[in-house]
């Protein structure tokens, strides 16, 4: 089969692989039908790169058509339309029966001291093949699935995979009040979607940070008061000033460690991608490796007593935090790996044809696999009014000329 595989730092290609079979009775193929290119994904193009091994299938946004399920599966068959989440999680573990399921006991990567196996994250996350291809192997099939029905395109399901749980899981987490403010930082398809979740609970004011034209003006467009971080100084300052003088209430953090805004991080980070494995991996993981700005802005902008919500994904053990002010400002911090299984069920009624979230038009681009490796690029360079990257497998490639 064809399969979007890392090779290197920034550089991935579409290759033959061989097809997956099932290798456990728990396991279920899928034939990949549309498959996302995430923020996350850009973790792994350049600076969690250590952790890839050349021949690595990418992806973990994937959804298909069950093809052929293992012995002890039972709740999907051939034939049924499957979302599959982006961790790997049995169902009836502990924490899988405590709505963490990204801490899922049966598949945590003990080795790594990680939380539960993700598709086509790295070692840490447990090597498993990714679903940028055109089929997926997934095990603990009979709980790593969300049947979806038939007829609506895809576009109105796919999202199940991380997007939607994700922002979900960002807004539950930061919890504001109604009558409060969410500042969101970073819009992102991640910062973009909790906007629009923000607002659907009835939310009244949210406020979204970005510095990408295209981003900016999506939230716009649907009522969210942006600020954009090349106009201004000080992020908290201008949060401020909309707050009268207090803070946001609650802070969403859908940014991560490859914030724009600190070139000294910057600097570092770049340098520890450009180092051979075996030294680079020991860094990052005893190391601060991550770009701060977006976090620092996070603590600075939250008004005291109030709660931030990490989504983005940060990767350093020993990043410089402001505990004197986390401390003295009184702030709630949550943060992780979305719990997908445990949002999906108050997340499908919104997906109907009126589209309240507006999943139906939220991709900007809808591209064959053969287009990955350009389409990383120009998402990683937030190039061409590029959000939301949906590579559909079974779209023939563009002619070569
Ligand atoms: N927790 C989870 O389960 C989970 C799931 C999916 C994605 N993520 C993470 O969420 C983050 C966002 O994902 P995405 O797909 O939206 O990625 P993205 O890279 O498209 O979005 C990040 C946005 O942040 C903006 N930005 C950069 N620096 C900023 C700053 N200092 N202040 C405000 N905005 C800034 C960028 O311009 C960009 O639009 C990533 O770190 C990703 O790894 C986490
Ligand atoms: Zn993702
Ligand atoms: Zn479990």
């Not at 890839?52 to 994937?62: K, R, Y």
């Not at 038939?150 to 539950?172: I, K, M, N």
């Not at 973009?192 to 979204?208: H, N, P, S, W, Y």
Request: net charge negative; hydrophobic share 40%.
């Amino acid at each position: 089969m064809r399969a979007v595989v890392w090779h290197g730092k920034r550089d991935v290609r579409v290759d033959e692989v061989p097809d997956p079979v099932i290798q456990d009775p728990g396991d279920a193929i899928i034939r990949v039908t549309s498959t996302n290119i995430c923020g996350s994904d850009l973790h792994l193009y350049e600076p969690l790169g250590a952790f890839m091994n050349s021949g690595d299938v990418l992806g973990h946004e994937a959804m298909g058509v069950v093809e052929e399920v293992g012995s002890e599966v039972t709740a999907i068959s051939a034939g049924d339309r499957v979302v599959i989440p982006f961790q790997v999680s049995c169902g009836s573990c502990w924490m899988c029966e405590h709505g963490l399921q990204s801490q899922c006991e049966t598949t945590q990567v003990r080795e790594q001291g990680s939380g539960a196996a993700l598709f086509g994250y790295s070692e840490l996350y447990g090597s498993v093949p990714g679903g940028q291809a055109e089929y997926l192997r997934v095990p603990q099939a009979q709980y790593t699935h969300v049947k979806v029905p038939h007829g609506p395109a895809d576009d109105r399901f796919v999202y199940l995979s991380d997007v939607l749980p994700t922002a979900w899981q960002a807004v539950a987490y930061a919890d504001p009040e109604p009558e409060g403010t969410l500042l969101v930082l970073g819009l992102g398809p991640i910062g973009d979607m909790a906007c629009r979740i923000a607002r659907q609970r009835g939310v009244e004011r949210v406020i979204g940070v970005d510095r990408v034209d295209a981003r900016l003006e999506r939230a716009r467009s649907r009522g969210i008061t942006t600020i954009d971080l090349r106009e201004v100084d000080d992020v908290a300052e201008a949060v401020r000033e909309l707050t009268g003088g207090r803070g946001a209430d609650a802070v969403v953090d859908a940014v991560g460690m490859e914030a724009h805004g600190s070139p000294l991080a910057k600097a570092s980070h770049q340098a520890v991608g450009m180092l051979p494995d075996a030294v680079a991996k020991p860094l990052m993981t005893n190391v601060g490796i991550d770009r701060l700005a977006a976090l620092h802005s996070a603590v600075d902008a939250v008004r005291r007593g109030g709660t931030i919500s990490l989504s983005g994904v940060y990767g350093g053990m020993a990043d410089p935090m402001p505990m004197m002010t986390l401390f003295d400002k009184q702030v709630q911090l949550r943060m992780g790996q979305a719990n997908v299984k445990r949002w999906v069920p108050a997340i499908l009624p919104l997906l109907t044809d009126d589209d309240p979230l507006g999943v139906d038009t939220f991709a900007t681009h809808h591209l064959p696999l053969e287009a990955a490796p350009d389409a990383y690029a120009t998402f990683q360079a937030k190039a061409d009014g590029m959000v939301k990257v949906v590579l559909k497998p079974e779209l023939a490639p563009a002619p070569s000329n």
